[in-house]
């Protein structure tokens, strides 16, 4: 008998969306990820209205994954080591409440364990700073315009993309090997 695979969700804040989404995409366990928005007031945002910084979202991302492939901590853990968590509202050249680090949890499971996670990380001192990393529900995520959407496995050669998303993507495939999927599975 073939059991339905039930999948968990995280909705992360880290900067651009176009640089997580494109780092959890090749990580083994995660089925899809979907930009958008998270942890504003506006309705229905279009991307030029969350870019104004005066929606109150930030660029977010949804991502599905396996719990019985890879944990919520270790999605976390994932998260923290691919932006700079001790920025506020900031992520390298890109500033704006927009851009600032974020979780948002779907249930109190999820809270617990990124305030034990952040609470560990920053008793060791890790980033060298505190970190300021946003916890708070998630009352709604808003996809991002179909445009927005896998933006680094459509366009590559953008300067952007090479700049900035590419050393993204080449740090997590250097320090998390074992966690990543093989090529050919690569959405």
Known sequence: ?????SLEVATLAGGCFWCIEAVFREIDGVEDVVSGYAGGASVNP???QVCTGKTGHAEAVQVSFNPASISYREILEIFFSVHDPTTPNRQGADVGTQ???AIFYHN????????????EIDEARLWGRLMVTQIAPLDRFYPAEDYY??????HPEQAYCQMVILP???HLRKHW???LKSQSSIQ
């Open 168 to 170: 993204k993507v080449s």
């Open 149 to 154: 959407q896998q933006y680094f496995s459509r």
């Open 99 to 101: 851009y600032r680090s």
């Open 108 to 119: 109190d499971r999820q809270r617990a364990v990124a305030e034990q996670l952040i609470g």
């Open 1 to 5: 008998m073939n059991q339905a695979v």
């Open 46 to 48: 279009t991307y030029e």
């Open 177 to 179: 090997t074992k966690r």
